[in-house]
């Protein structure tokens, strides 16, 4: 899936680091920096919205708005929240993460398409698709599929939302597969490798090509 230089990505992620957990979601920070290295016009939304907040003395609203010097945008909203892991929590998380995207598109401008990360991310774009119509493709991180190890309201809503997805992507054959069958395309699967020398280098273990794959 080439990406022109001149397409406007937005990214909507259901992890990032945050106040409350620094490295949570690094990964698709990490993303992020090396697709604009790549001349990619990539930005990133994220609504950081969890009943942590008011457990913490130093805690107060923010929105950190962050303009780099290629122009690309980062907001990451914090706020106190009730948990989004019963019908009513999602429901309002994921309008409230919307309505912090059309505030992003009505300043910055609309994107071209929208890379969401994990099914959490697919259900805002999901949202997003119905009420504004801009396309959305998943990259799906969470192996929480392939036992369905998530909440039923969750699991039921993750599925339309991949399901309307124009592609979704897994980091592993294995998730890939437990895909499928919520899905009317194939996954395409884009394994995420990691150097085991670097990691575990006093570690003998059997390695194709020098990687192992993770899902």
Not at 60 to 66: A, N, R, S, W
Not at 101 to 123: E, K, N, V
Not at 164 to 179: K, N, R, T
Request: aromatic residues 12%; charged residues 20%.
């Amino acid at each position: 899936m080439p990406i022109a230089s001149s397409t406007h990505v937005l990214v909507i992620t259901g992890w990032y680091p945050s106040l409350l957990e620094t490295t949570n979601g690094d990964f698709v920070a990490d993303q992020i920096k090396l697709l604009r290295q790549q001349g990619i016009s990539i930005d990133l939304i994220y609504a950081d919205l969890n009943i942590a907040y008011l457990y913490r003395s130093d805690w107060h609203l923010t929105e950190q708005v962050t303009i780099d010097q290629g122009g690309n945008i980062d907001i990451v909203h914090s706020a106190p929240f009730w948990p989004k892991n019963n019908s009513l929590g999602l429901r309002l998380w994921i309008r409230s993460y919307t309505n912090l995207y059309h505030r992003y598109a009505t300043l910055y401008g609309i994107p071209d398409i929208i890379h969401a990360h994990t099914y959490l991310g697919a259900m805002v774009a999901h949202e997003i698709k119905a009420r504004f119509g801009i396309p959305y493709i998943v990259t799906e991180h969470f192996t929480g599929w392939m036992n369905l190890s998530m909440r039923k309201t969750h699991r039921q809503r993750g599925k339309e939302a991949l399901r309307e997805a124009c592609h979704v992507v897994a980091v592993s054959q294995a998730l890939g597969d437990a895909l499928n069958p919520f899905l009317e395309r194939a996954c395409i699967v884009l394994p995420n490798p990691i150097d085991m020398d670097v990691f575990y280098p006093n570690v003998s273990i059997a390695k194709e090509k020098d990687f192992v794959f993770l899902g």
